[in-house]
């Protein structure tokens, strides 16, 4: 077996939180994308990380001073992520009700949002890892995080 596929194996063990992160780009067109490599790096200031694919439509409107949304999603939104991780479902990504798209486009319903600016980009191989600012945040009382592990939703 490859290097490539016991990390795989390895990495399927993790247990990961599920959200969408969300923007406008220059032309004021929306974009969605499931992303489960959300880390957050530190409390001052506050701010966190998010690794993209190179090849997502998502990717090239991602510059310093970008404004973004990450929407931690709750366990009822899991058709709303496998909405935002298929290509093929890409015009259906704001048909949910619970879109605010006023300005920087947020899940009302979501676990949390954390609205961010790009500050940093680093290129590594396939993806591109952004590290973003917070500048403001809220979140749902009740904890109910959507989860993924080995393949499957938890």
Known sequence: ??????????????IYSVSIMSNKDDNGDLNAITVS?????????????????????????????????????????????????????????????NWN????????NAQANIFCKVDKLT???????VVGLVENSNHAEDISTLTYVDGKYQ
Do not use: W
Not at 123 to 129: A, E, V
């Open 1 to 14: 077996m490859s290097i490539q596929d016991n990390f795989r194996l390895a990495m399927r063990r993790y």
């Open 37 to 97: 490599s959300v880390t957050s790096i530190s409390m001052d200031p506050p701010s966190l990380l998010i690794c993209i694919n190179k090849s997502s439509r998502i990717h090239d409107t991602l510059k310093i001073g970008t404004k973004f949304c990450i929407n931690l999603l709750n366990k009822n939104q899991e058709g709303l992520s496998n909405i935002c991780s298929d290509e093929d479902s890409y015009e259906d990504r704001f048909k949910d009700e």
């Open 101 to 108: 798209i006023e300005s920087v486009p947020f899940l009302k």
């Open 123 to 129: 290129s590594y191989h396939t993806h591109t890892i």
